[in-house]
């Protein structure tokens, strides 16, 4: 297993108990990261969406490494490129521990030799988004967000 993989396990891991950095300042106006009105709501919102979003993708991948015979090369292009977008999604929603973690991910996917490699920083990728969606979850007020919308609908 690459150092990398390791790392990204031990981030992963303190993260299972502690909620992130960036989570805990999501929501802090103080920090400055708020959206153009000053707001956390969209930022967080994006945030959201996104751990979704990027646990799919590699969910996708993954399983087509497992049931397709899909060459190791085109697997790490479409690894880099989802972890390249996706850094650059979660950049916008201030997330930057997340987004330096990707980042990292995606220059460590060129020294990559077996599938079983690739495997293992998908599984840990899968399992970060994961996570993070789990801190961020909580913060979301859907039940208010679903009351405001039923009355400007109805």
């Not at 303190?14 to 956390?40: C, F, H, Q, V």
């Not at 293992?120 to 969606?133: A, K, N, P, Q, V």
Request: glycine content about 2%; cysteine-free.
């Amino acid at each position: 297993m690459s150092s990398f993989i390791e790392k990204f396990r031990s981030v992963r891991e303190e993260m299972w108990a502690n909620k992130p950095r960036e989570i805990a300042e999501a929501l802090d106006k103080s920090k400055g990261y708020t959206d153009s009105w000053g707001s956390s709501f969209f930022p967080t919102l994006y945030a959201w969406e996104e751990t979704v979003a990027s646990r799919n993708a590699f969910l996708t991948v993954r399983k087509t490494m497992l049931e397709a015979d899909a060459d190791l090369n085109t697997l790490k292009l479409l690894t880099r490129n989802l972890l390249d977008l996706y850094a650059s999604y979660f950049k916008m929603t201030n997330m930057r521990d997340t987004t330096k973690l990707l980042l990292e991910a995606s220059q460590e996917v060129e020294k990559l030799t077996s599938k079983t490699e690739l495997q293992d920083l998908l599984e840990e990728l899968i399992r970060y988004s994961g996570r993070l969606h789990y801190w961020i979850e909580p913060m979301m007020p859907w039940e208010d967000i679903i009351r405001t919308f039923e009355s400007a609908t109805s």
